[in-house]
């Protein structure tokens, strides 16, 4: 398989080529150098090298300039000098596969995921939570599954929100401590989220990684381009977007030990935002990844201003470096290159300190792997030149990309299905039609429930009441003459019976009304 060429080695006594070997793409690397030394042209250059190869590429565009990879290239005399120094005799202007992502649909295909997916960890990360919150987002995750509830948008997240938040106390109880404060820091984190854009990055269709590993009809890896420029803007949420990306791939490819060349590549371009306020657990999860995901079959390649702005523990995973100038001004470039001169294998011609400061743009120090998987000798070497456009591109260019790609018609169109929102919602209807009826019931109470089982329903109350009014004029008349021939009944018989009668109805009634619930 014909490995990927970098460039042109220009050390003393050195005029070899620089080769990128395919079955140690997967081994990692390292792109550095200042703003403007050309760090983009060479992300560009080895992303065509492996679409070329078949291998599919994922790589986020910051400035917009990536996008180039799009469109064929167009020759000029500079190009043209280039091309002959390195000795390249198969080069010509030609476009790569391309698809175009955004996480808000407007420059690509939207890219989304859900709540459930991102999980609680990286979730706590976009909203920049401190622990004690971090914890309570653990708490409604676990809720969640216990209760069977699906959290797929921002939507589904507020409403357990608030569900936490009803039942507060018995959740406490139950798993941990809950605190209103800490809800309320949650609830404006998330308002925050919702104003810069974030809710069109959570629900589904959700992205399958499958999308991102196409192979063209004619065996080219398809180039995916994620549009940065105003996600860039978001730190937090850019960093966390591409840590998911990674762990979902460490995750769910399987493992399949050193291949002849990687399933997938994967650029981490302004690496520095993925580690800046990061965590140790979260930076140890990231080394992890990186460490491991080799035999996974993806090569991840980041690309920074300043080497140190890796950490030592994942650095030191990266076999495969570019290196591009730095400009020693402050104490903090001076130590930077410093660093970066540490970090590759000596060559008794170079003076690395000395030559990354005269570094030229197009120019690099370059060291890759070598068979067995040795580090090369670092190398002074002019880079290659990709075949695309090095520039940006229009929107009618772009427009046209996207309408040729063959995912569009799968993410293009949100779907909205029942989960955790449209649940809690059900359950509040439910119980607010439930009032009506339970109150009129407890209205009812239990004299109503004794009338029926004494006295029967409805149909039989007709007889108990004529039964009623009988006794009532019964008990009514001997109370009237007990009282009449108490007093004498010559001298007051005809009222006696009456008042006596009176008294004695308005005791049964007080009875009955008693028994039957009536007043």
């Known amino acids: 398989m014909d490995p990927i060429l970098v460039g042109k080695a220009t050390t003393t006594d050195s005029s070899g080529s620089v080769y990128l070997l395919p079955k140690y793409g997967n081994r990692h690397g390292l792109i550095a150098g200042a703003t403007g030394t050309g760090k983009t042209v060479t992300l560009m250059?080895?992303?065509?090298?492996?679409?070329?190869?078949?291998?599919?590429?994922?790589?986020?565009?910051?400035?917009?300039?990536?996008?180039g990879l799009a469109v064929a290239g167009s020759s000029n005399e500079k190009l043209q000098q280039r091309v002959e120094q390195l000795g390249i005799t198969d080069y010509k202007n030609e476009a790569a596969t391309v698809v175009f992502w955004d996480l808000w649909g407007k420059s690509g295909h939207p890219v989304r995921t859900t709540v459930s997916e991102m999980g609680p960890t990286l979730l706590a990360r976009i909203l920049e939570l401190n622990d004690t919150q971090s914890g309570v987002l653990?708490?409604?995750?676990?809720?969640?599954?216990?209760?069977?509830?699906l959290l797929l948008d921002l939507d589904d997240f507020r409403a357990m929100l608030n569900l936490v938040a009803e039942e507060r106390k018995d959740i406490s109880t139950s798993y941990g401590l809950v605190s209103t404060q800490s809800i309320g820091a949650i609830q404006r984190s998330l308002l925050r989220l919702?104003?810069?854009?974030?809710?069109?990055?959570?629900?589904?269709?959700?992205?399958e990684l499958a999308d991102l590993m196409r192979v063209n009809y004619d065996g080219r890896g398809v180039i995916n381009i994620l549009a940065a420029d105003q996600l860039i803007l978001k730190p937090k949420l850019y960093s966390s977007f591409l840590l998911w990306l990674l762990s979902e791939l460490f995750e769910t490819l399987p493992e399949v030990g050193d291949l002849e060349k990687p399933k997938l590549v994967f650029?981490?371009?302004?690496?520095?935002?993925?580690?800046?306020?990061?965590?140790?657990?979260?930076?140890?999860?990231?080394?992890q990844v990186v460490r491991l995901i080799r035999s996974k079959g993806v090569g991840v390649y980041f690309c920074s201003q300043f080497p140190d702005d890796i950490p030592a523990n994942i650095l030191g995973q990266l076999g495969n470096r570019v290196q591009h100038a730095l400009r020693a001004f402050t104490p903090r470039d001076q130590k930077a290159v410093k660093t970066a001169a540490e970090t590759f294998?000596?060559?008794?011609?170079?003076?690395?300190?000395?030559?990354?400061?005269?570094?030229?743009?197009?120019?690099?120090?370059?060291s890759m792997l070598l068979d067995k998987g040795v580090p090369m000798p670092v190398e002074k070497t002019l880079i290659a030149p990709p075949r695309c456009r090095m520039g940006a591109i229009t929107e009618i260019e772009r427009t046209q990309v996207r309408a040729s790609s063959p995912v569009g018609i799968k993410y293009d169109t949100a779907i909205n299905r029942e989960s955790a929102a449209e649940t809690l919602a059900a359950r509040v209807q439910q119980a607010a039609a439930d009032e009506p009826e339970a109150k009129q019931e407890e209205e009812g109470g239990f004299g109503q429930k004794f009338n029926e089982f004494?006295?029967?329903?409805?149909r039989r109350q007709g007889v108990v009441e004529s039964v009623a009014k009988q006794t009532?004029?019964?008990i009514g008349g001997s109370i009237g003459r007990s009282v009449g021939?108490?007093?004498?009944?010559?001298?007051?018989?005809?009222?006696?019976?009456?008042?006596?009668?009176?008294?004695g109805n308005q005791i049964v009634r007080g009875i009955l009304g008693g028994i039957f619930g009536r007043r």
């Open 194 to 207: 919702e104003q810069e854009g974030a809710e069109l990055f959570f629900g589904e269709p959700a992205l």
């Open 472 to 474: 009532t004029r019964n």
């Open 138 to 149: 653990d708490i409604l995750f676990k809720l969640a599954d216990d209760r069977g509830l």
């Open 45 to 67: 250059t080895l992303a065509e090298g492996f679409s070329r190869l078949g291998v599919p590429v994922f790589m986020a565009d910051v400035k917009g300039d990536v996008a």
């Open 267 to 287: 650029v981490f371009d302004e690496a520095h935002l993925l580690f800046n306020d990061a965590p140790a657990a979260l930076q140890q999860r990231i080394e």
């Open 454 to 458: 004494l006295f029967g329903t409805k």
């Open 485 to 503: 021939g108490s007093i004498g009944e010559s001298v007051m018989g005809k009222t006696g019976k009456k008042f006596g009668g009176q008294i």
């Open 345 to 366: 294998v000596s060559n008794p011609n170079l003076d690395v300190a000395d030559a990354i400061g005269q570094l030229g743009v197009g120019e690099a120090l370059t």
